[in-house]
């Protein structure tokens, strides 16, 4: 252990980054490290989870939790337990808890009735709205794209996103519909209810409603028993680690999936449900931390372009800054990277942005009750505000690249447990040796106050706040050391 | 004019109702009255739609608002319009504009955590949370209903019921699924995601991603491109109005459809797509305020049971107190109303209530992110106390009475322009003898100061917030009667 937090040290005066870091301190309002009373879920937690058990399934419940006293980076549970917090509410949390800016949006008296009289977006909006998208959402638009759409949460943000990709696909125009498509879409048949379908990757994780369930390939569990539709499934590149020793084996695996795609894409047009719409994430999340390179999503969108196919990047996850870049989709390099991005998690609003090509033609075709919800823009703008004031893609850029240093050191260090560390920013993740060891070391490393989370079979993911600095990094390198050297 | 009006006033002090609420003042932060500056949508208005109409579809926007003026029953628009309010941001306002209870909700400094972290409550539910639970959604639970799950919006509420009713129907208990099955699930394709199906209604409104659109049988608009499921609709009884010179007719027209519902459940078991569960609404509300007598629900309530599919009542626009009752189920009077009952709007979050039975078998099935917000159900817990302090069911059952007694007078006054006058509680609905007319009704009304909603084909809806008294029904009907009176 000693060695290895020497170790670390060593590296962080030897990177040009954490000398930096090393001259600012930790924000005030945090904590400077965990700290803890009793293995996690402690007594009150399992008090708690009885209680809760009687009115939901608790079989997902890590712990019961004190959002009042839990700050920045730290999450305080109801047993007093204070850990360092690398998940966030499944990657929800974008500046920490109760960041003082957020704080300051609740006690200005200006925002109360935002708050008090949530309104049907679609038809009655408050004054400031435009305003409050231009200054947050579209200050913050994906290339190419000046219209966005807010929703609810992620699975509406993609449900509706292929709404507007089937609509698209149609090409009606402003002409009216036929007779007989009118008659047969009330009663959910062919031709006003179309064979149409989205092609998805295995792997991907889109949502969980019927429509993004169909695109949703990552777990069983999840798809198990309900209902589907018969839409095509490309394979997803499945990376070799270290990526530099594997050059060629990488190109000829994503070229072998873009061919599959094109495939795939012929297939189901002579099925008769021809592919309206291609849907991707940047890095596949729940799926397992899957990357593939930027030449891979570039070649896949011509091929969209190519097959007359929507592209439809879900940034559910990627989105807001975590990557280093605002959107995964920016590592790409491309000038006209999607016809549709959507959003959720870290902007705390669902939504989608979809270039002007794809706007609806008619209202209410794409409509709810509340399409969104302005108290969540209002707390939007403010983390904006702070992304920019404290360059947090900057920090999450030089904390990135601390902890992806990390795990590489650790995997070297432990190759028998740990392998394939991989990241974007601070979206990093490592595979353990099989699913038993990961939930162990996942649980032990709680228990030592630092609190992460899994995805795919065996992977654990890092999904800190966009304030996760270098000092930070190296607390979780040590618990995660310590975990490990005991486990050795 | 004068003579209808003085007929109201007549009526009122006829009323028993009525002598008892002229003792009571309207609540002190209310304004008194209409107050209107410009036809609306205003010039502010026009402006902001063009400005909006840059980033969204604008189509359906009626005007914009100022909600920081707003209050109790009038809502204010950007152009200095207050109107009286009886469609509330479409049936999702509970106690009115800016209700003091609501805004001491905000000002307390014990629940600002609430709003600035927003939890993953199906991991890391905050401490409170059995509690607020117990306290808010249970302390109305529909009989028989001891569990609940929340949810962010009313269409995630259905799709997560269907879910929860497709994993009841394949009755696994605890077992776990066969290697098949889970291989099969992850492309689509059965037994793992097997052939089931939802029975629904003709002109059904059950929300618009993809499995609750399955469900929706009301507007073609919602429907039109989007790829659908080979689902069973069965017809909704057409009743015909007056109630009391059709009760033969009636009760052959339910009966009809019942007859029709046991046909579609052994169709579709012969088709190898069997009936998983029945959704309904109490009172078809975007389908244009359709009712069914309590014998009707009861007869479909034990043909669920007969066939063995869950019985979902939705109770989104139904739910909430607007129809004298808490739930529009209870008027049907039965014990065991139903399997699942689904809300959102006026209880601010969505969700769904469900027997011991149905409970999930395994964590993760029903599962998203965020599951809900806390803080929408801190606002559902004072909405409650208002609603038992101000026993506004009883405000609902009076201001229902004499708003239904006033449509009759109307329809009675009017019979070349209005029809059909129907309602439960304040959950009122009349017809216009065509959709041009309703829609010149509409726009008459909301330049004199009165904003309504339609549905159907020519119907007007009237969905006024719980705190709407026999005091605003008349202001409402005099406008009315104005409009009418010019139309005529």
Known sequence: FCKLSYLFINFALGSRYVSKTAT????????????????????????????????????????????????????????????????????????????????????????????????????????????????????????????VQTMACGSCSNENAFKTMFIWYRERGYANPSEQEVDTCMINQSPGCPDLSILSFMGAFH???????????????????????????????????????????????????????????????????????????????????????????????????????????????????????????????????????????????????????LKPDKPYRIFNTWMGDPSKNLFLSEVLNVIRRENLLEVVTRSGKALLQGLYTLQTQYPHILSRARGQGTFCAIDACNDATRDSIMIKARNKGLFMGSCGEKTIRFRPALVFKEYHVHQLLNILNDVLAEHK
């Open 24 to 147: 600012k301190s930790v924000s005030e309002f945090e904590y400077d490290a965990p700290s803890m009373k009793t293995a996690v879920p402690g007594p009150k937690s399992q008090e708690l989870l009885r209680q809760l058990g009687e009115i939901q399934n608790v079989g997902a419940v890590h712990f019961f939790c004190n959002y009042e006293e839990s700050r920045g980076n730290y999450l305080v549970d109801v047993d007093g337990n204070r850990m360092l917090d690398v998940y966030t509410q499944i990657s929800s949390i974008p500046i920490g808890y109760n960041h003082p800016a957020l704080m300051k949006v609740m006690t200005n008296p200006n925002n109360v009735s935002t708050f008090v009289n949530r309104p049907a977006l679609g038809i009655l909006p408050p004054e400031n709205f435009p305003d409050k998208l231009i200054e947050s959402l579209l200050s913050i638009a994906p290339s190419g794209m000046r219209r």
């Open 207 to 357: 949502g969980r409603t019927l429509g993004c369930l169909a695109t949703t390939h990552s777990k069983a569990i999840h798809k198990l028993d309900i209902p589907s539709f018969d839409w095509p499934i490309a394979p997803f590149p499945k990376l070799q680690y270290p990526l530099e020793e594997f050059v060629r084996e990488n190109a000829q695996e994503e070229a072998r999936c873009l061919e599959e795609v094109e495939d795939l894409i012929v297939k189901w047009r002579q099925k008769g449900k021809p592919v309206a719409g291609i849907v991707i994430e940047p890095i596949q999340a729940e799926g397992g931390d899957n990357h593939a390179s930027p030449d891979f999503f570039s070649k896949l969108r011509n091929i969209a372009r190519k097959h007359g196919c929507a592209f439809h990047v879900d940034e559910v996850q990627t989105g807001g800054g975590t990557t280093g870049k605002f959107w995964g989709h920016e590592h790409w390099g491309l000038d006209d990277p999607a016809d549709v991005v959507s959003f959720s998690k870290k902007l705390l609003t669902g939504g989608y942005y979809h270039r002007d090509e």
